[in-house]
C-alpha cells in the first residue's frame, strides 16, 4: 500500500522526480559542508572557502540539472551562508 510520500512522487513524471532528487541531494550536500566548516572551525568558520564549495555544487546542479533546480538550490545557499556569517544574538547557558 502506497504511502503519501509515494503517492505524491507517483504523480510527479520522471523529470520532475529527477529534479526533485537532484535538488534534495545538492541541498543535504549544502548542509553537509556547512557542519564540516563549523565542526572544523568553531571559533569563525572560514566564509570564503564555505561560499567556494557552495559555488561549485550550485554550478555543477545547473549544469547537469534544470534552472529551477539551480534557482532554489542558489536561494537555499545563501540562506545557509549567511547562517554561517551572523554572529549569534542570544546563547543559552546553565549555571
Known sequence: ??????????????????????????????????????????????????????LVIVVLLSLNGSFTAAAVVSVIAVVFLQDLAALPLFSLSVR
Request: glycine share 8%.
Open 1 to 54: 500500500m502506497p504511502t503519501v510520500a509515494n503517492a505524491s512522487l507517483l504523480l510527479l513524471t520522471s523529470g520532475a522526480r529527477r529534479v526533485v532528487g537532484q535538488s534534495v541531494l545538492a541541498i543535504l550536500a549544502l548542509a553537509g559542508v556547512t557542519l564540516v566548516s563549523v565542526r572544523f572551525q568553531p571559533d569563525g568558520p572560514s566564509l570564503t572557502s564555505a561560499a567556494l564549495v557552495y
